[in-house]
């Protein structure tokens, strides 16, 4: 009993350590030291086993979970990133703007060689777009021509700015005024933007999709045939990391490039998409800095917005800058993507005066 207790214990050590280099992970570029962002893409495992073992000792021996208390609150800001339980403001202001962000993985749900599977399934996809026609600005990603059809068709009458071969699209009930990219070198990944010109105020909204990792195929493939003695599996581990080292510079880079670019903007800024990095990663602290995030500020519960094998991932976020309050986040599960759309509704602080009209 008492060796299974030291072992215990040691594991607890381990996972305690792990939790607080997840915590560092936002704070080094992967450019110059890539390897901690590996535990903050891991941080939500790392956080539920010390939970875990937090509850094993309040219940055999109160004094040692000490340490899980301690490495957990360390962490509170990474903490209220990953579990939100907070409550959404009602306003009636004509000034609040509805902001949705979805990858559709261009639609692949609904496509079909077979013309009338592929109408039913499309149709499907078009209701559901139907049913949030009181988004103001709807932001996608991954989104090809097959896609973009099914967006017009949920959405009529809309103003849009997509590029040819660029995945990030934005789609607006207001007309555009000035719009660009920032060109990632790249189709699949891009970030397009534009000056949204809204009744009263002018806004600067980015769509984007960051450097994808690339590694769920590879992931799920050793998951399934994982055997430590096997050379292949660590071949496979191997293959995984290096993928996953690649995609953090490069989403380091593009991220910074999009932080410069926000600098400058002469109007209020929302940034919209898939980072393809979780909140205790260096790609979130560049582009939240100075911002809300949505799900921080009225989310409830755990925001996981990726549907695919790897778990507790919130990779796609809706940001606004210190101008706004953030009055209501939402996630929506459906089956549609690999990813669920996220919408929240802002309001720019100094339209608040309006609220109850």
Known sequence: ????????????????????????????????????????????????????????????????????????????????????????????????????????????????????????????????????????????????????????????????HKLENKGATLWSKYPMGTQGQIDFGTNTNSCVWADIIFPADTIRVYSIHLYSNNISRDAAEVIDNANLNEKETWSGIGGILNKYKKANIKRSEQAKKVRYHMSKSPYPVIIVGDFNDPPSSFTYSTLSESMSDAFCEKGLGISSTYGGRIPFLRIDYIMSDQSFDVLKYNLIKNEYSDHYPIRASVILKDRQETKGE
């Open 1 to 160: 009993m008492k060796l299974f207790a030291k072992t215990i214990w040691s594991l607890n050590v381990v996972v305690a350590v792990v939790l607080l280099l997840s915590y560092i992970s936002p704070l080094v570029d992967p450019t110059k030291f890539w390897l901690l962002s590996f535990f903050g893409l891991f941080y939500p495992v790392f956080l539920i086993i010390n939970l875990i073992l937090l509850v094993y000792w309040l219940i055999r021996k109160p004094s040692r979970s000490w340490l899980s208390i301690v490495s957990i609150l360390i962490g509170w800001n990474q903490l209220i990133s990953f579990a939100n339980f907070s409550s959404s403001t009602s306003n009636n202001s004509p000034h609040v703007i509805n902001v949705m962000s979805y990858n559709i993985q261009n639609a692949r749900w609904a496509y079909s060689r077979n013309k009338e599977k592929r109408n039913i399934k499309s149709a499907e996809f078009i209701n559901f777009l139907k049913m949030h026609n009181d988004v103001d600005v709807l932001c996608t990603q991954e989104t090809g021509f097959f896609g973009r059809e099914i967006i017009e068709k949920g959405f009529k009458d809309i103003y849009k």
